[in-house]
């Protein structure tokens, strides 16, 4: 820490960070384990996974034979992020930045894939972010790829119950679907992000504790 902090070294012992600011890599990287959600919507009408020829035959929660990273981009505040393929991310980003990040997002997926299960859960997919950092900010090539924002949270990934687990259909889970699930009763869609009376949506108490109560369930099986 710096040395004018230092002094306050008992106040802020494990309540703070030391940072770096990053150059963010304006693609998201989602990590599927299994076939669900957008994935499963988009296999139904092309066989495909954000453009990835999977095989035939799967069904709705079924495990893929080893991890797929499936990109999207990162929009602006404001705006939709968008499914994209690997092809498009690799464009995007360029291609030896690509294979860093997915390469390193499915070593961490398949980390705490394993971990989840020895806690009683299954990590369907779960997201994650990178940015670059330099030591020398004179000279780019001293970059490094880093992992940021938030990871393998509730609120970033899909988790399951192991216990019960069948393919052929939705799984109960501990992560937004819940909140995604009251949205789709009350007619949300894409271009409604407003409310039905561009008022916004107002999410009764009932939803909220709902909400709270999974992703705190989910916190204590993973700790």
Known sequence: MPTEVQKYKDQLEGRVMLVKKAKVIPLEA???????????????KSGTVHGIRVPEGMEESDKFE?????????AEQGEHDENISPEQAAK???????????????QLYSA???????RGLILAD??????LV?????????????????????DSS????????????????FDKQFLRDWLKRQGFKKGLE????GHGWVMSEDVVKGTRERYVEARDKLM
């Open 30 to 44: 989602i990590v599927r384990g299994y076939i669900t959600g957008s994935a499963w919507s988009e296999y139904q």
């Open 66 to 74: 080893s991890p797929l990273v499936t990109p999207s981009t990162k």
């Open 92 to 106: 995007l980003i360029g291609e030896d930045v690509y294979k860093q990040v997915s390469s390193i997002a499915v």
């Open 112 to 118: 705490a894939a394993a971990y989840a299960l020895t």
């Open 126 to 131: 779960t997201k994650f972010e990178f940015g």
């Open 134 to 154: 330099s030591e020398d900010a004179s000279s780019p090539s001293s970059e490094k790829l880093i992992l940021i924002d938030e990871a393998l949270t509730p």
């Open 158 to 173: 899909r988790y399951w119950p192991a216990e019960g687990y069948a393919p052929g259909g939705p799984q109960p889970s």
């Open 194 to 197: 407003s409310g039905l009376d």
